[in-house]
T-cell receptor
């Protein structure tokens, strides 16, 4: 059974810092992996989707990497800003199942 | 292009009542999924509908049900509400051709008293 883990559960950094969020999964047989952002009380916003054949995807200050063989993905945020404060979730997609989510990392960026 | 629309956004019910939540997907999206989000369990999959057929179902009791209409709009229903059903219920739609890519609505916040 696939399990997705995100460590740390919470992270506080000063504005301007570069940071890395981690996601690990137990079964490497995935189609793709997706990173989402969730603001308090809101829905999820898709940030990046990495297909299983890809190693990384970039969007603006965000870069997500995928290492299927080791069951790991990272989300790199460059030059963090207070507006980046949110919960970040990763989710994996496998054949015959719905997306399986981690419990997220809550990021707080102070000015 | 309008996003995924969920109604109502907030509602309060008492134990034993039932509730119906509605979801309108992005135009052109035929797949709709429902998730329950709680602080303790995180996001848990409820069910997925495609072309009015339930394609996948999570591990929830039969009190949780759903359906999809010919225009791809979906509803979910929870009967005999329990305190533990208090949660944010999220609906997501998927574009054709991209496996697993989900676009979420803002959710319906259900409080059961």
């Amino acid at each position: 059974k696939q399990e997705v883990t995100q460590i740390p559960a919470a992270l506080s950094v000063p504005e301007g810092e570069n940071l890395v969020l981690n996601c690990s999964f137990t079964d490497s047989a995935i189609y793709n992996l997706q990173w989402f952002r969730q603001d308090p009380g809101k829905g999820l916003t898709s940030l990046l989707l990495i297909q299983s054949s890809q190693r990384e995807q970039t969007s603006g200050r965000l870069n997500a990497s995928l290492d299927k063989s080791s069951g790991r993905s990272t989300l790199y945020i460059a030059a963090s800003q207070p507006g980046d404060s949110a919960t970040y979730l990763c989710a994996v997609n496998q054949a015959g199942t719905a997306l399986i989510f981690g419990k997220g990392t809550t990021l707080s960026v102070s000015s | 292009k309008a996003g995924v629309t969920q109604t109502p956004r907030y509602l309060i019910k008492t134990r034993g009542q039932q509730v119906t939540l509605s979801c309108s997907p992005i135009s052109g999206h035929r797949s709709v999924s429902w998730y329950q989000q709680t602080p303790g369990q995180g996001l848990q999959f409820l069910f997925e509908y495609f072309s009015e057929t339930q394609r996948n179902k999570g591990n929830f009791p039969g009190r949780f049900s759903g359906r999809q209409f010919s225009n791809s709009r979906s509803e979910m229903n929870v009967s005999t509400l329990e305190l533990g059903d208090s949660a944010l219920y999220l609906c997501a739609s998927s574009p054709p051709g991209v496996t697993g890519e989900l676009f979420f609505g803002e959710g319906s916040r259900l409080t059961v008293l």
